[in-house]
Every structure is written in structure tokens, then in C-alpha cells.
């Protein structure tokens, strides 16, 4: 399962580099508005830190209501980097300016998925990623995993190549949940990539095994 960061944080995905688990970034406009100053700068600037050999995929989100609008927005955002996909939301402006962008092999990301027929009709539109909204449809008491689990059901039936990208994600189990079901990639807050090595049973026994070396060694 690849993982992305689901940031506009410049240092969170410096980090996410280091620890080599950046295999993409997603952002959105509200993780855009929070780091503040001139949002294109800021999406360039990501686009152009993640850029490689292996490019970063780096989904960048449309505004605009009609296909058209959101074909003009996709056109400007392409040229930020040669690794920007075209986060597009899931209405129907949206597949039809999906289907378009699919036709000029651009990669599109459909945003705001919260059922399994938005994901078919995403997958039927051309879409490269799919993602649905796991953490605000547990908000609302539904099971955002049984989503993943019936979109990863429906994409394996018709052989679909949309990725299944888990998006909305609150805390590590979800990450597990994502990988058991098959999903193809996670996009994931930093702050839950920083838990995801972590267990109270590691640091105990580390913590045990130094102080017996230092017994040893004295
Ligand atoms: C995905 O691409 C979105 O940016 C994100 O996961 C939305 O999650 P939220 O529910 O935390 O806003």
C-alpha cells in the first residue's frame, strides 16, 4: 500500500521524505488556507520539493462548478509540476471534466466520495485515484471502512485500474483497516504517520535492554 501525506505543510513532508514514507502528497483548500501567504506559491513549492527521478504525485484541487471551469483550473494547475494530479469533486461537472482530463492523459484524483456508486461512476469517468472519505462518515455513524471494503469489491469485479486512495483518515487503525481490505493507497495525516512506529511494548523493551547492557558493560 503506498502512503501519502495529506498535508500543505512544507516541513511535514520534508519529514515524511526522511523517514522514506512519501510516496505522494494530497492536499486540499483547507490544508492550503491553514499554512497561509500565496497559495499557488505554496503548491509549486511542494510540487517542486517532491519532484525526482520517481515523481511524487501531487493532488491539487479544483474550484470551478462546471466542467469547463474545472478543465481551465486543470490546465493551469498541470503546469505546477509534471507530477500534479487533478483532484477534481465528485458531481457531475466533475466526471465530465474527469472523462476530458482522462481523454488529454491527465491523472485525476475524484475527492469526496462517500458511497460506492460514486466510486463506479469515478472508475467509469477514467479516474486514476478514487477517494473516499473514511473519518467523516464515521462521524456521522456510518462505517467509512465497510466504503473501502465495497469499492475494493466492485473495482476487483470489472478489473478496474482506479486506485482506491483512503482518505479522511483519524488514527492508525484506520492505516491497518486500509491495508487488510487492499486499498491501494492511504493518504495520511502526519501526525498519524509519526504514531504509526510507535508501541508502548517497543519502549519498554529498549528501555530494559539498555539498562542491562549498561550493567553488563560497567
Ligand atoms: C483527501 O485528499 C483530503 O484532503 C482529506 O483526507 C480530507 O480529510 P478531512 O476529513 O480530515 O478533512
Not at 515523481?55 to 469547463?68: I, Q
Not at 519498554?204 to 539498555?210: N, P, S, T
Amino acid at each position: 500500500m503506498e502512503f501519502f501525506l495529506d498535508t500543505a505543510n512544507l516541513s511535514e513532508i520534508k519529514n515524511a521524505q526522511n523517514l522514506g514514507l512519501l510516496d505522494g502528497v494530497t492536499t486540499n483548500p483547507t490544508l492550503l488556507s491553514r499554512e497561509g501567504g500565496d497559495w499557488r506559491e505554496q503548491a509549486k513549492e511542494i510540487c517542486r520539493m517532491v519532484d525526482g527521478p520517481v515523481p511524487v504525485p501531487v493532488s491539487l484541487e479544483v474550484m470551478g462548478e462546471t466542467a469547463k471551469e474545472m478543465i481551465n483550473e486543470a490546465e493551469d494547475l498541470s503546469k505546477f509540476g509534471k507530477n500534479v494530479v487533478i483532484k477534481i469533486p465528485m458531481t457531475s461537472e466533475g466526471l465530465i471534466a474527469t472523462r476530458a482530463l482522462t481523454e488529454k492523459k491527465m491523472k485525476t484524483n475524484v475527492t469526496l466520495v462517500f458511497s460506492p456508486l460514486q466510486a463506479l461512476l469515478a472508475a467509469k469517468a477514467g479516474a486514476t485515484y478514487v477517494s473516499p472519505f473514511v473519518g467523516r462518515l464515521d462521524g456521522i455513524s456510518h462505517d467509512g471502512m465497510e466504503l473501502i471494503s465495497q469499492i475494493r469489491t466492485i473495482f476487483d469485479n470489472y478489473d478496474f485500474s482506479t486506485k482506491i486512495l483512503v482518505a479522511s483518515i483519524r488514527n492508525p487503525l484506520h492505516v491497518l483497516d486500509s491495508a487488510l481490505i487492499g486499498a491501494d493507497v492511504a493518504t495520511i495525516p502526519y501526525k498519524i504517520i509519526s504514531e504509526l512506529a510507535k508501541h508502548p511494548l517497543t519502549d519498554q523493551g529498549l528501555a530494559a535492554f539498555k539498562t542491562d547492557w549498561d550493567s553488563l558493560t560497567k
